[in-house]
Structures are given as C-alpha cells and as structure tokens.
C-alpha cells in the first residue's frame, strides 16, 4: 500500500499471519496528490507543490485559507478583513492573472469543488498546489487561476481505536487604529487649511470651529489632556467650568475629547476553536468521525458580531473483496454569523469628523446618535448548511489496472434576514433633547433564502507497466460531469406593525417587494494522461482533457486543452555521483498547456 512501511514476517511454520500496516511518514511525503491521481515527488515534472497537516497546523489559523499563508511557494494570500465570517484570504496562485472578473483557484476537496470556510483545518490530509498549464489543464475549463486539491483524513487500517482531542484559544484586537491628536489641535489644523483655500469658516453640523475652538482649549485645560470615557456628558456652567458640551443660540456644540479607541474596540475579542475526532477498524471497516466547533467574536465593545461554526465528518471505508474497496463520506457543516444592523457604517463614521463630533456619551441617561443605533439595532442573521453525501470505490480489475469512481451530491441552504428598527436617542442637530432619530413608520423587515443543488460524478481508470525493468508507463483516461440548480427567494415590506414580534406578514403591504431567480448549469469533460520515463532519468507527460459547459452557445460548447511536459533527473545519472550526498534529487523541466476560462 502506497505510503505504509514494507514489512517482512517470516511464516515458521505458520498456515496464517496477521499484518498491521504501519505508515511511513517520510514514504507519504514523497507521494504527491495531482490531478486524478498520486506521483511520486520525483516523478513529477509540473509545477505543483503541497503542504501536509502537520504543516499546516503548525500555526493557529482561523481557517484553512489563512493556514495556507507562507507555506506554499507561488501562492500569495490577501487578507484584506478580520471581521468574523469575512476573514477569509484571497488566494493568487503566480500572482493576479486577470483584472477583470474573479482571479481565485478552482478548489476541490476529495475532487469536488467546496469553499475554504466549510472546512475544518483538522480535517486536512494533505494540500496540493498545481500551478502551470502542464498541471491544470486536466481541468479544463475551470483551471485557468491554478487548482487546489484537498485531500481530507480518511478511514485507514489501524490496530487500536485512535481518539484525538485539539483546541486553541486566542483574543485578538485590532493591528492598527487611528489616534486623534487632542481636539484644540484637531481644529486648528481644519481652521489652516481652510485658510489656505481663502475660505476663512469651518462649520459641521451648525458647529463653526472658530467659536468651538475657545470651549475645546479651557476643556483641555480643565481635564488635564486626559481622553474621557462613556458615561454621562456634563453641560456648560462656566468658563471655569465648560462641561462636555454648550447649546449656542440653539446649537450644540460638543468639545470634549473622547476616547474613541477604548470606548468602542475590544482590547481582547475573545475566539476559540475545537476538534475531537475517532479512528478505528473492525474487521475488513474502517472509520474516521471528527466534530469541529469554532467561535469567533469581532472586536467591537458594543454589540460585537459573532461567528459560530459545526463541522461533522463521517469517512468509512471496506474491503468487500480483495480487489474492491467501497467507501462513502458525510460531511455536514453550518455557519452562523451575527451582527448587530445598524444603519451607517460604525467604522467609518467614527474616524469621519474628529472625535470631538462623536459624541459618545449619555445626556439624562440617553445615548447620542451612533450609540444609540448601535445599541437598538436589530441582529442580522446568516446561517449556512451545508451537507454533501459521496459515496466512492476502488477496484483492481487486473494487475496494473484500477477503476476509481465517486458520486457526490451537495445541498447548500443559505437563510438570511434582519429588520430596520426605530431608533429613540440624541440626534447630532438640534438641540440634545430625545427624539426617534428612526421613526417607527420607517421600520422594516427582509428575509431571503437560496439552495444550491449540487451532483457531482468521477470515474477514471489507471494502468501501470513496467516494461523491461526501465520503462515505466502509466496510462489514465476518466470522465467528470457535474449539475449545479440554484434558486434565491427575497421578500420586503415597510412598517412593523410591533417590532417586537418581526415578521413579514406582520408588516404593512405598502411598497413590499418580492424577487425570485432560478439559475441552472451543467459541465462534462474527458480527459486523460500518459506518464512515461526512462530509470526515473528522462520524463514525459501528456495531458489532455474535452470539456464542455452548458453556458456557451449551442454550437460551441465543447473545447480541448492539451499539455506536455518534459523532465531531465540528471542527478540520476552516473556523472552525478560524487554530489549525491549534497544534492539528493535535480532535474531540468520544461512544459507548455493550454487552460480555459
């Protein structure tokens, strides 16, 4: 079996022996996953690199795409958000290779294709990058930004039954925030470079700086440059008393310098992830079952958005005769996300203006604005299942030849939905009295759901010869065909009648919307490979594959994406030798394919 030690037992008289098989970890290095198949690492002339599980957990990561960062050369990753749900990478395989349209790998896990996030990173064999046409182009289509090949843990034989427990517990916070300087500086500095445009007045909100700048210095003074916390905001009573805030002429004007920074964001946004999974035998069964649970919370103090993730694997395999293997796999997952919907961004109001502008306290117990909508918003709610049934074979139809074949079928339910409530508070303009800053009649609620069917079928047989204990061929020809029907459904009214019961049919009919889209498409390809070379020394490989989508017109559906590649191991050679015990393995390759899009 490949990747398990050889073994030598000698019978003694014995009319039957029993062997344990045992892996060999550095035989299981050198066999690289590649397109419907496995080489070994020596073997393989395209450009494709993989990393192992032991590797890949080398580094706590919130998922695999962050897993995958630095481990693998050629492949860059971009994180661009580390908000709960929305952290995942970008993965560029060599770099962007378009401007226009989306520019991510094809990845398939156990040769189906799944996103990053609905995998748990305990759950992963082995990762394996193909990076140039020679490599891809065996998928035709669907391969032209490199492919990602996930191969997750599988039932295997083993003498006892193996149970394994791992957990990581981390509190993030922010890399970067912005720091105001103190606001007597904030204001200077607009009041300059108005001044430098000729343009001699600065007003927010009925605010004008040159008679808030005054408040702002005694309020330093009276603070002693300290940045003040959320609680309840002091009026004006004199000038050896300015408070937080005055009411001029029937304005307010607000100068205290509040500090943003630890008011709002979280020093320590709690995460914690878990996984426990179950291997054994019986008899000519083999199982693995692993349960993953993720939690991840943002870095907001108030409100913060939530991330809980299921993870569910089930894997069997038996041997029903000595030359066929059955197998199926149950993988279930769900992710919920949560997050309080508030009707302007947090984020980008609080560094707008200044932070004197955010007022960021209490008047008589009563939030300002941004607080306020914070605080009452409704929760938006994100859940996902996702659950994909595979069952699978191996058969040994003759010496040499192998018959692989797997039927997946994948269903994927997203529900989504959130309400628009009133907000009551201290709104920015006018004076700091309680009003609906949200008034009721403009409460709304919204639900939306899709499902994505998904089948799936593989079938591919493989040859293997050695002719004259020099020449190694390896033939493999197989066939992919897959049907992706997806429907969305979106219903919108205006007006809850009480938002404490949101319900759509709870809502004024008045304005409600309703959309439905039905979208359907199917994809087929043949393809094949030949592997050829001479004592490991001269390689060849020739790949091919005929692929066609139900997205192209009727009379060009169909495409052919050849490749080549060529691989000289001249540390094989005798001339070698004497560098061997420097250089264990070197080879000149070159290759050329063509992929689709």
Not at 78 to 107: E, K
Not at 155 to 181: C, G, H, M, R
Not at 213 to 224: D, R, S, T, V
Not at 459 to 475: E, G, P, Q
């Amino acid at each position: 079996f490949v990747g398990y030690q050889t073994q030598e037992i000698s019978l003694n008289g014995k009319s039957s022996i029993a062997v344990t098989l045992k892996e060999d970890s550095e035989m299981l290095e050198e066999v690289v996953v590649v397109g419907y198949g496995a080489q070994k690492k020596e073997s393989v002339i395209g450009a494709i690199s993989q990393v192992s599980s032991k590797d890949l957990l080398s580094t706590p990561a919130a998922n695999v795409s962050q897993a995958i960062a630095g481990k693998i050369p050629g492949v860059i990753t971009s994180q661009t958000s580390g908000a709960p749900g929305a952290d995942d990478a970008q993965i560029f395989i060599r770099g962007r290779a378009t401007f226009a349209g989306d520019a991510q790998p094809l990845i398939l896990v156990d040769g189906v294709e799944r996103a990053f996030s609905q995998i748990a990173p305990d759950d992963i064999e082995t990762i394996s990058v193909l990076k140039d046409a020679a490599s891809t182009s065996i998928y035709g289509t669907r391969a032209a930004f490199g492919v990602i090949l996930i191969n997750t843990k599988s039932a295997k034989p083993t003498e006892k039954v193996t149970i394994n427990y791992s957990n990581n517990f981390a509190w993030d916070q922010a890399t970067y925030l912005p720091n105001f300087p103190d606001v007597p500086t904030q204001l200077r500095a607009a009041l300059e470079a108005k001044a430098n445009a000729n343009q001699y007045e600065v007003e927010l909100f009925g605010m004008y700086f040159d008679k808030l700048l005054p408040y702002a210095e005694k309020w330093a003074q009276q603070n002693g440059g300290r940045k003040l916390k959320y609680g309840e905001m002091r009026p004006y009573q004199s000038d050896s008393n300015v408070g937080d805030y005055n009411i001029i002429d029937g304005t307010p004007y607000y100068y205290a310098d509040w500090d943003v920074q630890d008011i709002y964001y979280s020093k320590a946004a709690p995460s914690q992830s878990h996984n426990i999974s179950v291997q054994g035998s019986s008899g000519k069964t083999n199982y693995y079952l692993s349960f993953g649970y993720d939690e991840k919370e943002g870095i907001m103090k108030v409100r913060p958005d939530e991330l809980k993730k299921y993870n569910v694997s089930v894997n069997v395999t038996t041997n029903l005769y000595d030359w066929l293997q059955v197998g199926a796999r149950v993988n279930y997952s769900r992710k919920a996300y949560q997050r309080p919907d508030i009707y302007s961004s947090t984020y980008q109001t609080l560094w707008r203006w200044g932070s004197f502008f955010i007022p960021s306290g209490t008047i008589d117990g009563y939030d300002t604005r941004l607080m306020s909508m914070r605080k009452q918003a409704s929760d938006r709610k994100e859940i996902t299942d996702l659950t994909r049934l595979n069952g699978f074979l191996k058969a040994e139809i003759v010496k040499g030849l192998t018959l692989n074949a797997d039927f997946t079928y994948a269903i994927q339910n997203l529900n989504s939905g959130s309400e628009d409530f009133s907000v009551y508070g201290i709104d920015w303009s006018g004076m700091p009295t309680p009003k609906y800053i949200v008034t009721k009649s403009n409460s709304a609620i919204w639900r939306d759901n899709s499902k994505q069917n998904t089948w799936t079928l593989n079938a591919y047989a493989n040859y293997a010869k050695t002719f004259a204990k020099s020449h190694n061929l390896n033939v493999m020809v197989g066939a992919n065909a897959e049907e992706v029907d997806y429907t969305y459904l979106y219903g919108y009214r205006k007006g809850l009648y009480d938002e404490a019961y949101p319900e759509l049919n709870l809502a004024s009919q008045d304005g409600q919307q309703i959309n439905w889209s039905h979208t359907s498409r199917a994809s087929a390809g043949y393809f094949g490979r030949i592997n050829y070379d001479y004592k490991g020394i001269y390689l060849l490989e020739v790949n091919g594959r005929y692929d066609g989508s139900s997205r192209f017109p009727h009379n060009d559906k169909w495409a052919f994406f050849p490749s080549a590649s060529i691989g000289y191991r001249f540390s094989e050679e005798a001339y070698f030798a004497p560098l061997k015990k420097v250089i264990s393995n070197a080879k000149l390759r070159a290759s050329y394919g063509e992929i689709g899009n």
